[in-house]
């Protein structure tokens, strides 16, 4: 077999029709276009979605706003909330027992938010800038 000479099975494709090629052609008068219009004539044309002037579809419903897909599966957690975190590692596993992220969160960012007293480890999770240098001061590290 070579790709060069694949070709659909017989019967399985049905050949177009050749319009307003004669009554021999099988479509006599009007080449099954029907009869004056727009759409009987060479060039007949109209953008999609027009609906003979009326508002067509797509500008009649309302707009619905914007959901990247990224944004359903991460996650967001302040620095003062890894106070009930004290001397421990915080990773995703732990952020999701406590309840802080959704279950279905594959990741996680701690952003500068809030003051941290007590020292904590950060495994494994993003950490902004301004996170990194409260998490350090308090006396905790990020891995």
């Known amino acids: 077999m070579r ?3 694949l070709k659909p099975a017989r019967g399985s494709r ?3 029709k050749r319009r307003g090629r004669g009554a021999s052609a099988g479509q006599g008068g009007t080449a099954g276009r029907g009869t004056k219009g727009q759409h009987s004539r060479s060039g007949g044309y109209h953008k ?3 609906e003979g ?3 067509p579809l797509q500008r009649r419903l309302p707009k619905v706003g914007f ?3 990224r944004s359903r599966t991460g996650a967001e957690v302040r620095v003062h909330e890894l106070a009930r975190f004290a ?3 915080v990773d995703l596993a732990a952020l999701k027992a406590a309840h802080l992220i959704p279950k279905h969160a594959d990741r996680a960012k701690i952003f500068a938010s809030g003051t941290l007293d ?3 480890k950060v495994v494994g999770l993003k950490v902004t800038p301004g996170a990194r ?3 350090e001061a308090a006396g905790g590290s990020v891995e």
Do not use: C, H, Y
Request: charged share 20%; no cysteine.
């Open 133 to 135: 240098k409260i998490i």
């Open 118 to 120: 007590k020292p904590v």
């Open 87 to 89: 001397d421990q590692s």
């Open 14 to 16: 049905r050949a177009a």
């Open 3 to 5: 790709l060069n000479t």
């Open 53 to 55: 002037g009326q508002m």
């Open 48 to 50: 999609t979605g027009f």
């Open 67 to 69: 959901t990247a897909r």
